[in-house]
């Protein structure tokens, strides 16, 4: 797994220095976000769970941006390792911000992933590799302004790292009661239609604070910055602004043993 990171946590480096190496050159802008999510797995047996997830995303003056349903089945292969086999999403997007899409496209999205986390002394560490084919809604317009939905036609992919670590501080372990600090870093990489920018074209940094009320409900709010490059790399985002995530997990394996 070390060979693993340091061949990983590089493309986090690589994204902040494409990016703001060729900013000079794109249409940048400067925005606050409000983005706010509830996430649950729900255990249904020892090694089988269901993922939920509600990401509700806002920009400037809680305009939306983004708004996204999530859902999966998690395979847990051991105390470390889990697969997402198969998972799918649903996005609503709104035409935002200070550069505003022609049009706002919704999303269907199917996706993959492998999870791994191990323990550094007392500081909990998660790697998450997910993989997305995307589905995106295309709209074109006519000569007398008629505006035609031509359906879910552009088909793009895209492969997303994210490194997390969380520090508890008033317990040696983060459990009931904990208060811990946490930091992640996730560096995305799109390719295919419309798509003429193939460096690492977003990157999501986050600092904050949580706290662990039980095993099963946790509340973490703190500071996010989105990097985030058009896919013809002419314009730019810098976002900044705070997330606050719920996770709220249930436990439906003592029935099914």
Same mark, same amino acid.
């Given at each position: ?32 976000? !409000?983005? +706010?999510?509830?996430? $649950? ?8 769970? #269901?993922? &939920? %997830?509600?990401? /509700? ?55 993959? !992933?492998? +999870?791994?986390?191990? $323990? ?8 998450? #590799?997910? &993989? %997305?084919?995307? /589905? ?42 904990s208060y811990f600090i946490s930091v992640y870093d996730e560096v995305f990489i799109s390719w295919g239609d419309y798509v003429t920018y193939h460096e690492p074209d977003q990157n999501r940094l986050f600092t904050g604070l949580g706290y662990q009320f039980d095993k099963n409900l946790t509340l973490q709010g703190g500071f996010l910055y989105q990097l985030l490059i058009k896919a013809n790399n002419a ?23």
């Amino acid at each position: 797994m070390i060979k693993l990171t340091s061949c990983l946590v590089p493309l986090v480096v690589l994204s902040i220095q494409s990016a703001f190496s060729q900013s000079s050159t794109r249409e940048t802008v400067n925005q606050s976000i !409000q983005w +706010f999510a509830i996430t $649950s797995n729900i255990k249904m047996t020892k090694n089988l769970s #269901l993922i &939920l %997830e509600g990401q /509700f995303r806002q920009v400037d003056n809680f305009d939306p941006q983004q708004y996204q349903l999530r859902t999966a089945l998690d395979i847990r292969l051991s105390d470390h390792f889990s697969v997402v086999p198969l998972g799918y999403v649903y996005t609503w997007n709104y035409k935002y911000g200070k550069q505003p899409a022609a049009f706002a496209n919704n999303e269907h999205r199917i996706w993959q !992933q492998i +999870f791994y986390k191990h $323990s550094i002394r007392s500081l909990k560490v998660d790697h998450r #590799l997910r &993989l %997305e084919e995307r /589905f995106i809604q295309h709209h074109s317009s006519l000569n007398d302004g008629t505006i035609i939905n031509d359906g879910y036609v552009v088909k793009q992919n895209r492969i997303r790292y994210r490194l997390m670590a969380r520090q508890p501080i008033n317990s040696v372990k983060i459990e009931a009661r904990s208060y811990f600090i946490s930091v992640y870093d996730e560096v995305f990489i799109s390719w295919g239609d419309y798509v003429t920018y193939h460096e690492p074209d977003q990157n999501r940094l986050f600092t904050g604070l949580g706290y662990q009320f039980d095993k099963n409900l946790t509340l973490q709010g703190g500071f996010l910055y989105q990097l985030l490059i058009k896919a013809n790399n002419a314009k730019q985002e810098n976002n900044l602004g705070f997330q606050v995530q719920l996770t709220y997990n249930i436990d439906c394996s003592k029935s099914n043993p």
